[in-house]
């Protein structure tokens, strides 16, 4: 019911690796963590949601903010090895139109 | 009058709570033969239920309790999520529940209250009552499929 994150920062860009849980008692972690990442410029933030197997509506708040505030900076948010059932959420809502989403997960061809 | 069994839970309404529910929703669903995508389709439900609640009517303020009952029915899971301290305007709530569309300007984005928008996308029926505190109640039925009944006997005569 927790949610881990760890973040590998590069030059020019911030890998954030997601384990577990999005919901109204992680989202603000979530957000603390995310949110500085996007107010460099050119700064390419990349999401890494492979282990994220819950998420709701805050998850999607978050990744909102956090797309506002790349538009804002001048940087970049990228949701990459989102899973089918966390993706089913942006379909509905329509924000897979408004992100950067990649799907496909790591040698996921069965 | 139609049989079910009732579970009811009652817990502080606080954010660490929310994952606590979704985990016996997740039970009770399994134990009545729900499918695994409709497990999902009903935890994310409950949570934003209850995130609503959480969030909404008690300003993050830690006090107050939300009640959460199951009515559990041959067919379906009917499920009642209520606070009782205080409500908020539901038509402006209504308002703002809907899908995204790609003409809006990221700008024009809002950050939060399709929790609502959700549980109608993912539950089969959903009402909401607005008398005393907030009530949401909403039910998913077993697909026929899951029930595994009546489904050799489609007429064949004509």
Excluded: C, W
């Excluded at chain 1, 760890?6 to 008692?25: C, H, M, P, Q, R």
């Excluded at chain 1, 949701?79 to 959420?89: E, G, M």
């Excluded at chain 2, 985990?23 to 934003?48: C, H, P, Q, T």
């Amino acid at each position: 019911m927790n949610l881990s994150v760890d973040i590998t920062n590069e030059s020019e860009k911030s890998i954030v690796n997601l384990s577990g849980e999005i919901d109204a008692y992680t989202a603000p972690q979530l957000k603390d963590a995310v949110l500085p990442l996007t107010k460099t410029p050119e700064h390419t933030v990349e999401i890494d949601l492979e282990n994220v197997n819950y998420m709701d509506s805050t998850g999607l708040g978050v990744f909102i903010s956090a797309l506002k505030s790349t538009k804002e900076h001048g940087s970049k948010m990228k949701l990459v090895n989102i899973q089918d059932r966390v993706l089913r959420l942006f379909k509905i809502t329509g924000l897979d139109e408004i992100m950067d989403i990649n799907s496909a997960i790591r040698g996921g061809s069965e | 009058m139609e049989k079910f069994d009732f579970v009811e839970m009652k817990v502080p309404a606080k954010a660490e709570y929310v994952g606590v529910i979704r985990l016996s929703i997740s039970g009770i669903a399994n134990r009545m033969g729900f499918s695994y995508e409709d497990i999902e389709d009903l935890k994310v439900a409950i949570s934003e239920a209850i995130t609503n609640t959480v969030t909404h009517a008690y300003n993050e303020k830690d006090e107050g309790e939300v009640t959460i009952g199951f009515g559990i029915y041959e067919d379906r899971l009917e499920i009642m999520v209520a606070d009782h301290g205080g409500s908020f305007d539901l038509n402006k709530i209504k308002d703002d529940i809907g899908p995204y569309k790609n003409t809006e300007s990221v700008e024009s984005l809002r950050e939060g209250g399709f929790g609502l928008f959700l549980i109608n996308a993912l539950m089969d029926k959903v009402e909401i009552s607005n008398n005393y505190g907030v009530i949401v109640l909403m039910t998913k039925y077993l697909s026929e499929a899951e029930v595994g009944f009546d489904d050799d006997q489609i007429s064949t005569t004509q």
